[in-house]
């Protein structure tokens, strides 16, 4: 289960990394009810939920960046969450300047499979700290 997982959570970071989304197969990854909750500190900070969630969250974030990149650092497995430290940047949309690479954690949970529940953290410790205390 543990590497299943992480496959699936490797996959999703290359799609978010693609110049153009492949939602057929993102969709196959994810949870048709997923929930990905943004960080509060971010413009497209909130809750998206299922599919069209999710082509909303892409929508808000490419009005800003464009040719992002995702580098995870590792997968830590807390019970039924991981926690992925991860890099990411790319280049603005209007400028084209490459942006400062920026680091969070996402705290993912599958179910039958698919990711069903993604939470950003701005800190590793952040998310740990959440993981450790969700089970």
């Known amino acids: 289960m543990a590497q ?15 110049r153009e989304m492949d939602w057929d197969a993102l969709f196959q990854l994810v949870d048709p ?4 909750e943004v960080r509060w500190d971010f413009p497209d900070a909130g809750i998206y939920t299922g599919h069209e969630g999710l082509r909303r969250l892409s929508a808000a974030f490419d009005e800003a960046v464009r040719e992002t990149w995702y580098l995870p650092l590792e997968y830590i497995h807390i019970g039924s969450h991981v926690v992925v430290p991860l890099r990411w940047g790319g280049l603005g949309m209007g400028s084209g300047a490459t942006l400062a690479e920026r680091e969070e954690t996402w705290v993912s949970t599958l179910r039958d499979g698919k990711i069903r ?6 800190t590793k410790e952040d998310a740990l700290e959440a993981a450790a205390l969700c089970e």
């Open 4 to 18: 299943q997982v992480v496959e699936v959570l490797r996959r999703i970071v290359e799609l978010f990394s693609e």
């Open 33 to 36: 009810d997923i929930v990905w």
């Open 117 to 122: 529940h993604v939470r950003e953290y701005a």
